[in-house]
């Protein structure tokens, strides 16, 4: 052992954490892995919690903990240090003393760290200790994500700012495609994005910055950046554009594309929209898993009765099946996972989407492309002549489309779609609108369920309080006098919420609902009848969800309409 390994084995032992069976894990562990840090190998080897880790250690080095949820750095801390020194080190710059600078490290034997700054600051280093994730967190709350890239880029000095934009200008665009720190830059944005759960990015050109928001759980949320940003959005802009195969030079409409990347071992699919607006243009990324672990149906949250009317609905030989809601209510997640329980060796499911949003094995899915001529209606009339058992259509835009899907059904087929309507009762009136026949709308559609989807409460912090009846107006008793509300801690990046949950009313159509289309009555006629065999609306569905705890009683009144 040498004397390094000594020492560290002497401060590892002296700071009670650890046995010595676990030292000589730790120790093994570093042997096998010549790079690893002692540190990391202490977190991933030792049997201790990080924490634990750090106030053993750090009493024995005289290092002080800080809690980075509950402080924060000096303005003239962070000031002393770029961000390429503060990435590099993976510290973050804490206080600032007239001869030394406090620096805030996961790692206490990172000797190498507090050599390289001090010789940058020319200050003595004084290391404080945190949890890595902490630190990362607290690098990217006051440096922004992607400081160091954005840092490079602006000391490269070819860049100026243009008078109109605030952009970047006199620089070749093509060229900037190929530039290592505008790559870097995007990578971790759409790195970052991912990591935190995001189904959305959104890069909005303002008068004075660059906006950046992540969709997370439907709420979008600002991402910290560099303020220096403003001066390179052109450049990013651009860089986004090449990787989709977009003009570049195009800037004046409005350009659709896609990004295949790899993050962690997943490809990831990207769409890709711009719109150009005041300040440049505007993108918007759609990320979306490849192939993604489907949804089971007993995952979905159905309630019992509407679990049971959707089963002996999907088994159906022939019918129409609709899905309704607005954009991102989790209408395909719910399509992929009744196409999952269908997908047989002996059932043949043909596809027809746009875009094909997740990949499945044993099923024909087929791009629509309307440029040339690929459109829903065109596909419906060549999937009658593949010999399919189930069709699904991603969406029934027009009376074309409405009438091939409907024959289809009442030629032996099952298919499922989907509609854009307020809520299930709507998705009649809408057909008719189309100028579809009500005796054919009756005759078709099996049944249609209505979606939203609501945010979960974190379970880690959710707490238990009484309900307030003045939000609580149904007819029947409530199933409980308490509720859950979210808190916030860092397992829900504190807003008390984590993932999503979806909400169904299911409208199962039998004679009395088909005499009702053929007579042409109104969504609320029909929402009645429902009603009054059984269906829960979505509000309804809402509250049995908060009193089991699941979401809170705001996240209802923000997602449903009172009926």
């Known amino acids: 052992m040498s004397e390094n390994s000594a020492l560290s084995a002497m401060i590892l032992r002296s700071s009670g954490v650890y046995s010595d069976a676990a030292l000589e894990r730790i120790m093994e562990a570093r042997e096998r892995n010549p790079g690893m840090g002692l540190a990391e190998a202490c977190v991933k080897f030792g049997g201790v919690k990080e924490p634990d880790f750090l106030a053993g250690v750090g009493r024995v080095l ?31 710059p804490f206080a600032l003393s007239e001869r030394s600078l406090t620096v805030v490290s996961p790692d206490p034997f990172d000797t190498k760290a507090a050599d390289g700054l001090r010789l940058l600051c020319g200050l003595r280093i004084v290391i ?60 971790q944005i759409i790195a970052e ?62 350009m659709d594309g896609r990004i295949g990347i790899r993050i ?60 309704t809601g607005p954009t991102g209510s989790g209408k395909s997640t719910s399509l992929y996972s009744f196409l999952s329980e269908v997908n047989k060796i002996d059932v043949r499911i043909m596809t027809a989407e ?16 309307a440029d040339i001529g690929m459109t829903f209606a065109r596909a419906l009339r060549a999937f009658l002549r593949q010999d399919p058992d189930i069709i699904m259509v991603g969406e029934i835009r027009d009376r ?16 499922f779609s989907t509609l854009h309507t307020n809520d299930a009762a709507g998705a009649f009136p809408r057909l008719i609108d189309m100028g579809v026949e009500p005796f ?6 099996a049944g249609v369920m209505g979606q939203r989807l609501c945010r ?46 979806a909400l169904f009313e299911v409208l199962d159509v039998d004679e009395d609902i088909e005499g009702a289309i053929v007579r042409r009555e109104n969504a609320t006629q029909i929402r009645n009848l429902a009603l009054a065999k059984g269906m829960k609306t979505l509000r309804e569905d809402g509250w049995d969800k908060v009193f089991k705890g699941v979401t809170s009683v705001k996240e209802i009144l923000r997602v449903t309409e009172e009926q």
């Not at 160091?148 to 934009?165: L, N, P, W």
């Not at 950046?225 to 030079?249: T, Y």
């Open 354 to 369: 746009d875009p094909i949003e997740y990949h499945m094995a044993g099923i024909n899915q087929v791009q629509m492309q």
């Open 193 to 254: 994005a991912d990591r935190q759960g995001a189904t959305d990015i959104h890069i909005e050109p303002q008068e004075t910055e660059l906006r950046i928001r992540y969709r997370i759980d439907g709420m979008l949320h600002k991402v910290d950046v560099p303020p220096q940003l403003n001066r390179l959005k052109a450049a990013i802009i651009s860089r986004i554009k090449v990787m989709a195969n977009l003009d570049i030079a195009e800037k004046r409409l409005p």
């Open 400 to 415: 074309e489309t409405a009438e091939i899907a409907i024959n289809a059904s009442l030629t032996g087929h099952m298919v």
């Open 62 to 92: 005289g290092m002080e903990t800080v809690d980075l949820e509950r402080r924060s750095p000096s303005q003239e801390a962070l000031a002393r240090l770029p961000a390429s020194a503060v990435y590099q080190y993976n510290v973050l």
């Open 440 to 445: 054919l709308i009756a005759s078709a559609v």
């Open 128 to 187: 404080a200790l945190a949890p890595r994730e902490e630190v990362e967190k607290a690098v990217k709350k006051y440096y922004g994500v992607g400081a160091d890239a954005i840092e490079k880029m602006i000391e490269d000095g070819r860049y100026s700012v243009d008078e109109d934009f605030g952009a970047m200008s006199k620089i070749d665009v093509s060229e900037m495609g190929e530039e290592a720190s505008i790559v870097k830059f995007v990578n």
């Open 456 to 501: 979960r409460l974190c379970p880690e912090c959710r707490r238990e309080t009484p309900l307030d009846m003045k939000y609580y107006n149904l007819s029947v008793p409530p199933q409980s006098r308490t509720v859950w509300e979210p808190c916030g801690c860092d397992a829900c990046s504190r807003t008390g919420y984590k993932g999503r949950r």
């Open 264 to 323: 962690g071992g997943e490809d990831i699919d990207i769409r890709v929209s711009t719109m150009p607006a005041a300040y440049g243009e505007s993108i918007s990324l759609r990320l979306l898993a490849k192939s993604g672990n489907f949804v089971k149906m007993t995952d979905l949250g159905f309630n019992a009765r509407d679990f049971a009317v959707v089963e002996k609905i999907i088994h159906r030989p022939n019918g129409i099946f609709l899905v």
